[in-house]
């Protein structure tokens, strides 16, 4: 009978994974262990206990984590382990540290739940809740969470197992509850250049109606709320440390990484990215979920309807709001869904810094706006107070216009900024674009390379080819570069004349730069 366990020396590799936990062992060895090349492992450990460190006893704590093995005969001796860079330093390992190592152990109940589904079979409560519970606890590899993944589109999907994997999926980690009642706005994502939460935040905390929020960073769009908010202030809070925030200034806007609620439902995210699309049953789960971990009460989904986007009809959208009725009016909250058209772009600008701009200048009542931007996000402020039982439809619209263009959301924008940039006492990092406590729009810096594009004849903007739009921002390595991108000077219905501005194309990086001003003078963004 093959020995479970063995222990390894820690070896260091200078390179990181990101959101994947890797590490490298000797295959042979593996193999003696019943470890495979589709398993996962668990690596046991002591370390220092950072609340006792000047403790004269043992100060060490044990400590386990669930990894992705990958395995080979050429690069990692026998009793070696090589763990990347970033599981170096998040979890405190040292190298030549001596590790226990063994397979991951997933329990049976689930391994049977994620084989029924590939048959087109309804899953149980019991079932349900075992396999959301191995996958939070890294127990379901990739490939397994990827096989019960994609049953959704082959399958249709029950009512009832998506309230109950959006539940367990919640209640298998932490879970937060806040002092008081929060709303929040959620989009379902992949629209660029929709940059409304930076607004609606403000609104609603100008009429006291607190609304903390979590984001992600961008996966299918140039740039998505994490990029635009990290050019203004810090994001990066534990679960104490929000808390903290939402004391001192009703809201709070964080990068969910740190806080980690549902893990189960970001496994099957991390899965279906490759191919970069989602069912749209776990589409409502994976939203339902996070909102439930956080306990809110109240919450406005923004479902974007269009062509280039995840739900392209309003069918399809009718689709996915009756799956967000079932799972909330399950979890006893209170959601409105909004559809909304997506077929152009909203506002002007397109890329990290330009968004914020965009906002700023909507937040201080600058003149050259994207009224569409502005009046979305009213709109959508709108419905959260209505949804708060503040004031009906017409009276909402109002309030929210008249906390905007007073300037009352951006005193409060202001004391978020400098809250958020004070936790950490955040400096300002000019040359990766970040927590720059900008005071106004204008102060926000345009890049030393731009190109204009004009109209080669006189007619009206039928059509914005969104798709060349978002393959030219990736090339311009968007998200990642948040200096780079469009400004669009005309938008869909508007008309235009031969020679008149079309749009302009801003970078930090000359090659490349120069690269796509060649190629846009034979592509068409602009439909006339």
């Not at 049977?112 to 959301?132: C, H, P, T, V, Y």
């Not at 990215?273 to 994976?286: C, D, H, R």
Request: proline content about 3%; glycine content about 2%.
């Amino acid at each position: 009978m093959k020995k479970k366990t063995f222990s390894a020396k820690v070896k260091r590799i200078d390179i990181n994974v990101w959101d994947s936990l890797n590490v490298l062992l000797n295959e042979a060895q593996a193999f003696d262990f019943g470890i495979t090349a589709v398993d996962d492992v668990t690596l046991r450990y002591k370390t220092k206990n950072p609340l006792n460190p000047s403790s004269k006893g043992d100060n060490t704590e044990q400590k386990e984590l669930v990894v992705n093995a990958d395995l080979t005969n050429d690069l990692v001796d026998f009793w070696e382990v090589w763990i990347t860079k970033d599981i170096y330093e998040k979890y405190n390992l040292k190298e030549w540290d001596i590790i226990s190592i063994s397979a991951v152990k997933t329990n049976p109940i689930s391994l049977k739940a994620i084989k029924k589904k590939l048959l087109g079979n309804k899953l149980n409560e019991e079932e349900i809740k075992a396999l959301m519970r191995d996958m939070t606890d890294g127990k379901i590899s990739d490939i397994l969470s990827a096989y019960y993944a994609a049953c959704s589109f082959t399958y249709s999907s029950d009512q009832e197992e998506l309230y109950l994997t959006a539940k367990y999926s919640a209640e298998m980690w932490d879970m937060i509850r806040f002092d008081h009642d929060t709303a929040v706005k959620y989009c379902i994502g992949w629209v660029p250049w929709n940059e409304t939460t930076m607004i609606i935040v403000p609104i609603l905390w100008s009429l006291w109606i607190s609304s903390p929020k979590t984001f992600s960073k961008a996966i299918t769009s140039p740039a998505a709320t994490w990029e635009c908010v990290e050019v203004l202030m810090d994001i990066e809070f534990s679960v104490e440390e929000m808390k903290k925030l939402v004391r001192k200034t009703g809201s709070c806007l964080a990068w969910w990484k740190n806080l980690k609620f549902a893990p189960a439902n970001d496994k099957i995210i991390k899965v279906s990215y490759p191919l970069q699309t989602e069912a749209y049953s776990k589409i409502a789960v994976s939203i339902m979920a996070k909102i439930y971990a956080w306990w809110t009460k109240y919450c406005l989904i923004d479902l974007p309807v269009g062509e280039y986007w995840k739900i392209k009809d309003l069918k399809t959208a009718k689709r996915v709001r009756w799956h967000f009725a079932y799972i909330w009016k399950n979890l006893w909250m209170k959601i409105n869904v909004d559809i909304t058209n997506a077929d152009a772009p909203i506002g002007k600008w397109i890329g990290g810094v330009l968004q914020v701009r965009e906002v700023l200048r909507i937040l201080q009542n600058k003149e050259n706006i994207s009224l569409d931007l502005k009046n979305k996000s009213i709109e959508l402020a709108a419905n959260l107070i209505e949804l708060v039982w503040l004031a009906k439809w017409k009276k909402a619209k109002i309030l929210a216009k008249k906390q905007l263009e007073s300037g009352k959301a951006w005193e409060y924008m202001q004391k978020l900024i400098n809250s958020q940039n004070s936790l950490h006492k955040r400096k300002p990092d000019i040359e990766n674009v970040s927590h720059l406590w900008v005071i106004d729009s204008e102060d926000l810096p345009l890049w030393e390379f731009n190109q204009k594009f004009f109209a080669e004849k006189t007619g009206i903007i039928k059509e914005i080819d969104v798709n060349n739009l978002k393959e030219i921002s990736k090339k311009l390595w968007a998200p990642l570069d948040k200096k780079a991108w469009f400004y669009l000077y005309k938008q869909v219905g508007d008309k235009i004349e031969k020679w008149e501005l079309l749009f302009e194309l801003y970078s930090s990086d000359k090659d490349r730069f120069l690269q796509w001003v060649e190629k846009l003078k034979n592509q068409k963004l602009y439909i006339i």
